[in-house]
């Protein structure tokens, strides 16, 4: 297995905070390389999506010869609020520990500096701010889950590619030698066995914004909203569906509709063909759209894995793998 042993002796870094990463043999300042805002040229192009028409994928674009020098290259970004800043500490580690060479990207969406002083201490990791003024609207709600298909186009429009990690996601090993990047379209979900079919977990509301029945997500399995991979040497693929994703993000009707609930959750009858209580926001939607735009199935597609192969999901500090912690100066009592 490439990277650090489990066990690893990780010697603190004794210089200045980390904020650079090697990406394509460039150093990059990870605190200038995305701003995390949404333009408002960005608003009226989402705007203009009609999310309850076909979504069509120019396939003849597709170029699937991506490199392992630039795969590995892609960073991985996530937000955190304060309250989950423990949690992502394990999801930091294992990066370190499984791909050690990939930069980290984590954004602010509600943390003290303390806070942020201690994620950055990590290996590899910077923290980027939220732009409020432009991006304050679509985060003031954290648990709608607006901001995570915003914070991945931003960076996608920077990187050849990006892994987005939730707080919880563990990685168990590297995904640098993932077979799919080589006959992949540009994006790689990873589907959730226990929340699936997506039908059961997605509230009538979004289901009306895209124009879908609940009869043609009845069977389709749901892609994991802690985890995917986008990749622009897909051609049309990733972008095509990026958008989408991004424009019902945009649209609360769409994102969160009226009622919609997380808790509640009566998994039981998940096969019912039913809605069972639980909408699953950004995880709902990026099932819908990728039904949509692979409608003969994503395993078809050769974009689907299973989840559990490559990640734990803990939603809870565990120290499953050592921190790798650059700076010992900055203590972990800072938060």
């Known amino acids: 297995?490439?990277?650090?042993?489990?066990?690893?002796?990780?010697?603190?870094?004794?210089?200045?905070?980390?904020?650079?990463?090697?990406?394509?043999?460039?150093?990059?300042?990870?605190?200038?390389?995305?701003?995390?805002?949404?333009?408002?040229?960005?608003?009226?192009?989402?705007?203009?999506?009609?999310?309850?028409?076909?979504?069509?994928?120019?396939?003849?674009?597709?170029?699937?010869?991506?490199?392992?020098?630039?795969?590995?290259?892609?960073?991985?970004?996530?937000?955190?609020?304060?309250?989950?800043?423990?949690?992502?500490?394990?999801?930091?580690?294992?990066?370190?520990?499984?791909?050690?060479?990939?930069?980290?990207?984590?954004?602010?969406?509600?943390?003290?500096?303390?806070?942020?002083?201690?994620?950055?201490?990590?290996?590899?990791?910077?923290?980027?701010?939220?732009?409020?003024?432009?991006?304050?609207?679509?985060?003031?709600?954290?648990?709608?889950?607006?901001?995570?298909?915003?914070?991945?186009?931003?960076?996608?429009?920077?990187?050849?590619?990006?892994?987005?990690?939730?707080?919880?996601?563990?990685y168990k090993h590297s995904l640098d030698e993932l077979p799919l990047v080589r006959n992949g379209v540009g994006y790689i979900g990873m589907e959730v066995r226990d929340y699936s079919p997506a039908g059961a977990f997605t509230h009538d509301g979004m289901l009306e914004a895209f124009g879908v029945s609940r009869e043609s997500v009845a069977t389709s399995p749901t892609v994991i909203g802690g985890s995917h991979i986008w990749f622009k040497q897909g051609g049309d693929v990733a972008s095509t569906v990026l958008t989408h994703l991004v424009a019902c993000s945009m649209r609360k009707a769409c994102i969160a509709p009226e009622g919609a609930t997380l808790p509640n959750c009566n998994k039981t009858e998940r096969l019912s063909g039913r809605y069972i209580g639980c909408h699953r926001f950004d995880q709902s939607a990026i099932s819908v759209v990728t039904e949509k735009a692979f409608p003969k199935g994503l395993s078809n597609e050769q974009c689907l894995i299973e989840a559990l192969n490559f990640i734990h999901v803990r939603r809870r500090g565990t120290g499953m793998y050592p921190p790798c912690i650059r700076n010992s100066s900055l203590s972990p009592e800072l938060v």
């Open 1 to 170: 297995m490439p990277g650090l042993a489990s066990n690893a002796m990780i010697k603190p870094f004794k210089g200045a905070v980390y904020s650079q990463v090697w990406i394509n043999r460039n150093a990059v300042d990870l605190r200038t390389a995305v701003c995390g805002s949404i333009p408002e040229e960005w608003r009226k192009q989402f705007s203009k999506i009609r999310l309850d028409q076909p979504i069509q994928v120019n396939r003849k674009s597709r170029n699937t010869n991506l490199t392992d020098e630039t795969f590995q290259s892609f960073p991985v970004i996530g937000g955190v609020s304060g309250n989950h800043v423990r949690e992502i500490e394990d999801m930091l580690s294992s990066v370190a520990v499984t791909m050690p060479k990939r930069g980290i990207i984590i954004y602010d969406i509600g943390m003290s500096n303390a806070k942020k002083i201690f994620l950055q201490s990590h290996c590899n990791v910077a923290v980027n701010r939220i732009r409020m003024d432009l991006f304050g609207d679509l985060v003031t709600h954290i648990r709608d889950y607006q901001w995570k298909a915003l914070l991945v186009y931003s960076a996608f429009l920077k990187f050849d590619g990006v892994l987005f990690s939730d707080a919880s996601i563990r």
